[in-house]
């Protein structure tokens, strides 16, 4: 395609991106009308339309999801260019962006110091979001990398590395559920049973549950449907901090074990497994957008986050208050 049509599609990219021809105008600083030329010649050239017109804004249509890739898969390409002849100079610069959930931001502190260390020329950002969102950003590549807990099943995603990560109850060594595990625990251990709590065993207790962006919200609505029981969290928010001081003061919460194993080691929360399946099998994922060739500096911090996967490896044991 010639520059001229680059410029296009450029401009359909936005308006398809941001979800209306106005907002993609004052993103690009130009007049709206200009947008609208410029896909109405780029539709003209293509003979089909592109974009979906609806009183909420457009949406792209099947076309338009075609050129859409060719046009990431275009942006893709070129940025690996200009990566590997910078990695002639020893990757002496470059730009990466790495979606991530709140909970992995203490397992990363390490190995993001360690690669920003080794690499003092590559600008890293990272996006802190949920779950939908960090899938989002990766296959639309606004992000080269994303670190997700229990992604929904999409086709454009590729898996890097996957490693088991069971969310259980969370509450502190005073709450009556911590206190009834513990005294189930110590009559069952000798027996060789486990002694996980149901879901219906959280009705009655204030509970506080990420929203329904998280992958943790939508492992607990599967495992409701399924168990026939219906929670009703006294508190939902999009911050995992403030779920795990929810349950710091007495009520509970439903995480991840890496999201609370500093809270776990110090004595200061407590853990309980709960027994439904879909509490054992989440994993976490490290994904990339499926055929996108990474750069060499997007594959040098993907193997380091691989290598340092194991920060986020269940906690050993099943106990109530054990640490790693």
């Known amino acids: 395609m010639s520059l001229v049509q680059d410029r296009r599609i450029s401009h359909f990219h936005e308006a398809a991106r941001l979800g209306s021809v106005r907002a993609a105008a004052d993103f690009l600083n130009v007049a709206p009308s200009a947008v609208s030329r410029q896909i109405t010649q780029l539709e003209h050239e293509l003979g089909m339309p592109l974009l979906e017109r609806h009183r909420r804004g457009v949406k792209p249509t099947e076309a338009g999801e075609r050129v859409l890739e060719y046009y990431r898969q275009r942006l893709a390409q070129q940025e690996v260019l200009l990566e590997s002849l910078q990695s002639l100079k020893g990757l002496q610069s470059g730009s990466l962006v790495l979606a991530i959930g709140e909970g992995f931001i203490e397992g990363l502190a390490g190995p993001l110091s360690r690669f920003s260390a080794r690499y003092p020329g590559i600008e890293l950002k990272v996006n802190l979001c949920g779950t939908n969102e960090v899938i989002r950003q990766v296959v639309e590549d606004e992000a080269h990398l994303g670190l997700v807990f229990h992604p929904t099943r999409d086709p454009k995603i590729r ?14 060594p005073q709450h ?19 002694a996980p709590l149901s879901l219906a065993a959280l009705a009655g207790h204030s509970l506080a549950l990420p929203e329904v962006s998280f992958g943790i919200r939508q492992i607990v609505a599967q495992a409701e449907h399924q168990a026939g029981v219906m929670l ?9 901090a403030m779920l ?6 007495g009520g509970v919460t439903l995480l991840p074990e890496f999201v609370v194993s500093e809270e776990v080691a110090a004595g200061r929360l407590c853990r309980i497994p709960l027994q439904e399946a879909q509490f054992v099998t989440p994993h976490v994922q490290l994904i990339s957008r499926l055929g996108r060739q990474l750069s060499d500096g997007a594959s040098r911090l993907s193997s380091l986050l691989q290598q340092d996967m194991t920060a986020f490896s269940p906690l050993e044991g099943g106990s109530v208050g054990q640490s790693r």
């Open 244 to 249: 795990k001081q929810f349950a710091l003061h």
């Open 159 to 172: 898996t890097h590395v996957s490693r088991p990560q069971p969310v259980c109850a969370v509450v502190n």
């Open 232 to 240: 009703s969290p006294t508190l939902t928010c999009n911050a995992l």
């Open 176 to 194: 009556a559920l911590a206190q009834q595990f513990g005294a189930q625990e110590g009559s069952r251990r000798a027996a060789g049973e486990a």
